[in-house]
């Protein structure tokens, strides 16, 4: 491939040794291609430029590239501006997210296909991050001083009380301080220890009402 200089937007360059078209091409980035049967000229793509009016011109080899591109071209192109993949030296790493793209993208074309709501994939993927977290979240361990309280997980999935894990000092009497009589903004705070607790959240809760309070208010 020769080397092509720099060049602006819509601005293409060809170079061809009698057998072999060389072509650059600058779109939003730069496109470079070798082609043996297409010529050296552009041709309309069917779309007008938002900016002047006039309709935009392309590459014959890009356009018809464009027409009969692949489903694995199209699906390398999508997953390419949002993929997960990370540099690594372990080939297992990259062969792991390239599948997990693959399967993303593919649940996207399914969600298309059986629902009325379109989105951008970018959006999907979001979306799709958002309530995995939310069903699956993990348990918070306590790392001493007051936690945050505002995070969203404690408003989400599903809670159950269940006994303060027992300690060897207070045996199956453990008790721990409630945190949302502790910090609560409701009522007058105080320091009231309990037996009862969430254990995904791994905190402390009066049975009621501090329990349902704090799985279902953002400032108890």
């Known amino acids: 491939m020769p080397t092509f200089p720099k060049k602006n937007g819509g601005e293409v360059t060809f170079r061809e040794n009698g057998t072999q078209l060389a072509v650059k091409w600058q779109d939003k980035r730069d496109v470079n291609f070798l082609t043996t049967v297409h010529p050296s000229s552009m041709a309309q793509s069917g ?115 269940s006994f303060v894990p027992p300690t060897e000092a207070q045996g199956q009497s453990t008790r721990r301080h409630c945190r949302v009589c502790l910090y609560t903004t409701q009522r007058k705070r105080e320091r009231k220890l309990t037996r009862y607790m969430c254990s995904s959240c791994d905190t402390a809760l009066c049975p009621a009402p501090c329990f349902e309070e704090f799985h279902t208010l953002k400032n108890y």
Not at 51 to 77: Q, S, W
Not at 109 to 126: G, N
Request: aromatic letters at 10%; one cysteine or more; a positive charge.
């Open 47 to 161: 779309r007008l430029d938002h900016f002047t009016g006039e309709p935009k011109v392309k590459p014959a080899g890009v356009l018809d590239y464009n027409k009969k591109m692949g489903a694995v071209d199209r699906a390398d192109m999508i997953t390419s501006f949002v993929d997960c993949a990370r540099k690594s030296t372990k080939w297992y790493k990259k062969l792991f997210f390239h599948l997990l793209d693959t399967a993303v993208l593919n649940a996207y074309t399914v969600h298309r296909k059986l629902s009325e709501e379109r989105m951008p994939y970018k959006d999907f993927r979001l979306k799709l991050v958002k309530e995995l977290i939310q069903e699956h979240p993990l348990p918070r361990r306590s790392t001493g001083g007051r936690p945050c309280v505002n995070t969203p997980l404690r408003l989400t999935g599903r809670h159950f009380p």
